[in-house]
Nanobody, 123 residues
Framework: QVQLVESGGGLVQAGGSLRLSCAAS????????MSWFRQAPGKEREFVSG????????EYGDFVKGRFIISKENAKDTVYLQMNSLKPDDTAVYYC????????????????WGQGTQVTVSS
């Protein structure tokens, strides 16, 4: 059974940093595109960043603008999201997700999702 377990969320002041972690287990993830999405109250879920394990390709949402960095520790099937220069608009539940359907930012094409971790940025 595939499990994605997120951690690292919390409350931080504007301008601060957080690092989110997502530990994946339950199957082989070679060939997977592992991503972070977020969803704020009343808004649609949006793509934050993704990492292609096989090709080392990374993608970022337009709003990231160099503030976030995604990385992966292949030996542990763990993906990280380092978030810097956080803004109140970054407040959301952040989800880890995995797809085996290629590099995509479309949430409907993801096969597995974590339970989410809350990130709150105060002004």
């Amino acid at each position: 059974q595939v499990q994605l377990v997120e951690s690292g969320g919390g409350l931080v002041q504007a301008g601060g940093s957080l690092r989110l972690s997502c530990a994946a287990s339950g199957r082989t993830f070679s060939g997977a595109f592992m991503s972070w999405f977020r969803q704020a109250p009343g808004k649609e879920r949006e793509f934050v960043s993704g990492f292609s394990r096989s090709g080392g390709i990374t993608e970022y949402g337009d709003f990231v603008k160099g503030r976030f960095i995604i990385s992966k520790e292949n030996a542990k099937d763990t993906v990280y999201l380092q978030m810097n220069s956080l803004k109140p608009d970054d407040t959301a539940v952040y989800y880890c997700a995995v797809t085996f359907r290629g590099i995509t930012t479309d949430a409907t094409l993801y096969d597995y999702w974590g339970q989410g971790t809350q990130v709150t940025v105060s002004s």
